[in-house]
């Protein structure tokens, strides 16, 4: 079963950990210096928190989790059919966790990735620029990769 990702930028990590436990009656799956994760199963989400990734604070990007790698084929398939240009990023380790993944902006510029994740990573990962995926988005966004020319 697929699980709904939405990752959002803080400003104040530690006060956002409060906040977001306090919402989700559970404390972080994951915590590090700069992130926090969620693993919800009620409602079913990975749900993670990032501070210094960029000067903005609120929805960074939205996803799409799969369990399998079946179930990411799926996912992918339907990325294609979605008529926006896909980028395939492939193997990637990103927000402390090793994935296959690949991305794809709505038709208003909010980015989406479709991944599995298969592995744990200590560092949070490389921060590549967005580039024209969306441009309605800041080029330094972390675990968004440089789009294809």
């Known amino acids: 079963m697929k699980r709904l990702h ?4 803080v400003d104040d990590l530690a006060n956002s950990i409060g906040f977001y436990s306090t919402l989700f009656g559970a404390p972080p799956t994951v915590t590090k210096d700069d992130y926090a994760k969620w693993m919800l199963e009620d409602p079913r989400v990975n749900f993670a928190i990032s501070q210094g990734s960029d000067d903005r604070e609120g929805i ?3 996803g799409i989790q799969s369990e399998s790698t079946e179930e990411l084929s799926q996912v992918y398939a339907r990325l294609k059919a979605a008529d926006q240009p896909v980028l395939e990023e492939g193997r990637t380790t990103c927000c402390y966790a090793k ?3 690949s991305w794809i902006a709505d038709p208003d510029g909010l980015v989406w990735e479709a991944f599995y994740t298969d592995g ?3 560092v949070y990962g490389d921060s590549p620029a967005l580039g024209t995926l969306s441009d309605s988005l800041a080029d330094d966004k972390c675990c968004l990769p440089s789009a294809a020319a």
Do not use: G, I, M, Y
């Open 6 to 9: 939405v990752h959002v930028a």
């Open 99 to 101: 994935s296959e993944k």
């Open 60 to 62: 960074e990007h939205l």
């Open 120 to 122: 744990e990573s200590t």
